[in-house]
């Protein structure tokens, strides 16, 4: 009752009707719950070694997790790139095709994160001292660094394996999947900790918990059975018989990959200038800026379901040739995703001094992360609109000028509002100034972009032949 009364109303007021409705929060909602088991994970080690720790340990965190999600960005775009060309081939009845495309997919991702892995763990140490010098968050950076530098590949391909799901419409079984490892991670993340293990406690649960998603995942994706109701096989499968290289493809995939790589890695890269600019402010800075990312993200777990059903919806109407009906359900996503993310943030604004207090106990350690924590739902909101446009220009291949507008709002104008705070009375807000603009720039291109009708036109070049 309460659904068909939101449905009726978010129609009588123009946002989307309730047959794309009915789509899209069945593609989204597996995801959104996903991203929040995910995200829950990080944000639960981050307040685990505050309490346990201080926050010396969640600077130390915050260096570590800038590598992580450096790494994890780029399978990513790699993910997002092969979401594109299977969803477009699945709509348009080439299974044999999509099934070509996680191929390349598996072999193209395990190139790239087996020696990014080996550098993480070998050179774990320099690699933390870029970003901070103080003895303590260093070495809680490294510890954790080295442990989960292996983790990497698994992501990888569970990244992958999830967005091959995504692509033939079913996120109800990778949902399971990694709901699962994100509740199994936070159990052992807790059970380490209280046995005193300290930051090499939860890197140990996201190792082991990441493990664990990648051999139930793939079972599904090999075509193998499931025993719980509403899970299924992948009908798009990865084999090792028949042919594993396909040139075509192959090239499809790097061409439309390659640009959303590029710009996951200029979306993170951006934290490491950030994160030294916070360091020059001290420990407590760096520690609240990390509390503050890791509600955000938290907050964006919703744009993990917009962006998906964006992606998927109007990938699948223009590989069938529709683009009249692409073009309502990307409109219809973002607009939708915008209202959500407004609520949530709104919501994480008015009570962010309590949700300070999950993470810090210190008076002056309180004031600084409330701060960011209101920031990071400002940006929650922008980033939420934006990811649903992403999603939709992705869907339909258009890949390049979402990394356009991340290089832009990122380097061209949220880096030097962060460094005016080193040389001016701005000081910390330039690190909240630089926060927004970074994703409200990227937003407002993007939404340029998307009225142009042009990623139209690009989708044309990736669609199945009969179309």
């Known amino acids: 009752m309460f659904y068909q009364r939101i449905a009726a109303l978010l129609t009588w007021v123009g946002v989307i009707d309730r047959e794309r409705l009915d789509r899209t929060v069945s593609l989204s909602w597996p995801r959104i719950v996903t991203g929040f088991a995910i995200m829950s994970k990080q944000t639960v080690d981050l307040a685990l070694v505050g309490w346990a720790v201080g926050s010396a340990a969640v600077a130390g965190l915050a260096y570590a997790y800038a590598y992580w999600t450096l790494g994890k960005f780029v399978g990513i775009g790699l ?18 095709r999509a099934s070509l495309v996680v191929k390349q997919g598996v072999w193209i991702a395990l190139a790239i994160v087996i020696p990014v892995s080996a550098v993480y763990g070998l050179l774990a140490e320099p690699l933390i001292r ?7 968050p260093v070495g809680h950076g490294v510890t954790y660094l080295v442990i989960v530098a292996p983790a990497l590949g698994f992501e990888y391909l569970n990244l992958l394996m999830s967005r091959t799901y995504a692509g ?53 994706v090999l075509g193998g059975s499931y025993p719980v109701p509403g899970m299924k096989p992948s009908p798009v499968t990865f084999s090792f018989g028949g042919p594993q290289i396909d040139r075509e493809l192959g090239t499809q995939l790097v061409t439309v990959s390659a640009p959303l790589i590029a710009r996951g890695i200029g979306e993170m890269a951006i934290i490491f200038p950030l994160l030294w600019i916070a360091g020059t402010f001290g420990p407590v800075v760096v520690a609240a800026f990390e509390i503050g990312r890791r509600v955000r993200d938290l907050l964006v777990s919703f744009s993990w379901g917009f962006s998906t059903a964006s992606s ?57 992360a409330a701060v960011f924590v209101r920031v990071s739902a400002v940006t929650a909101v922008l980033l939420g609109a934006n990811g649903a446009l992403v999603g939709a220009l992705r869907g339909a291949g258009d890949t390049r000028w979402p990394f356009v507008a991340t290089v832009v709002g990122q380097y061209a104008v949220a880096l ?41 036109v690009v989708s044309r070049e990736y669609r199945p032949k009969s179309h």
């Open 79 to 96: 993910a997002g790139g092969a979401v594109a060309l299977i969803s477009q081939n699945y709509g348009g009845d080439e299974t044999g």
């Open 130 to 136: 870029v970003l901070g010098s103080e003895p303590v």
């Open 168 to 220: 033939v419409g079913d996120t109800f079984t990778p949902m399971i999947v990694r709901a699962t490892g994100g509740v199994l991670n936070i159990l052992l993340s807790v059970a380490f900790v209280l046995a005193g293990m300290g930051v090499a406690g939860v890197a140990l649960g996201t190792l082991i918990s990441t493990a664990v998603v990648t051999v139930v995942l793939g079972w599904g």
């Open 312 to 368: 998927t919806l109007v990938g699948q109407e223009l590989g069938g040739g529709d683009e009249t009906e692409a073009a309502a359900y990307g409109g219809a996503i973002v607009r939708l995703s915008f209202i959500v993310h407004f609520a949530a943030g709104a919501a994480v604004f008015l009570t962010a001094p309590w949700i300070a207090r999950l993470f810090v106990s210190q008076p002056g350690e309180l004031a600084q």
């Open 416 to 456: 030097p509002v962060a460094a005016a705070g080193l040389v001016s009375p701005l000081g910390v807000a330039g690190l909240y100034g630089a926060l927004v603009l970074g994703a409200g720039v990227p937003a407002l291109i993007n939404v340029w972009r998307y009225r142009t009708g042009e990623w139209k």
